[in-house]
């Protein structure tokens, strides 16, 4: 048995920091949004919308961006037509969370592990702000193409993107790199 947990440390090692990584940050995440009525929106997701609102405002987008008077989500109206709403899902926090769990488990060096962490999830915040523009205008010009647009496509491109990220972490900066 012995001969087996030496031979298998750095993937154990690996295994345990990456859970203990996911569970603490989903934890301390899940007591965030706990402080925030049922009916009400949580701070994160209010800036994801304001950012949307932001972005598609510079584009001279015709956009509203307003809480719902029926649940805890944000409405985004577009061109005057409801298309899509922003839940507290939306957010890409959860992607965040997994994120920075794969980094801390391949950790490198301690500051450039802090900083591909910052800039890492900078970038998946940008990038997930983008989505949520894009689909809001694609949804509206083609309302149809829903479960290809948001089940399919960009999940696609957000999850391909932070693996990319993974596997350029892993390659150039973390314990393992050669």
Sequence with gaps: MKKYLVQFKPFLIFIGTFFAAYILLTLVYKSYLNSFESDNIDGITAVVGSNVYWLMDVFN???LIQKSLSG???EVWYNK????RIVEGCN???VMILFVS???AFSGKLKMTVLFILSGTLFIYILNVIRI???AVLLFRYPEKVHLLHGVLFPLIIYGLVF???VFWVNKFSKYAK
């Design 81 to 84: 037509h409801y298309v899509i």
């Design 164 to 166: 990319a990220l993974w």
């Design 61 to 63: 987008y015709d956009v």
């Design 102 to 104: 794969f980094v801390l």
């Design 72 to 74: 805890a989500y944000l």
């Design 92 to 94: 890409a926090v959860s």
């Design 133 to 135: 523009a894009l689909l």
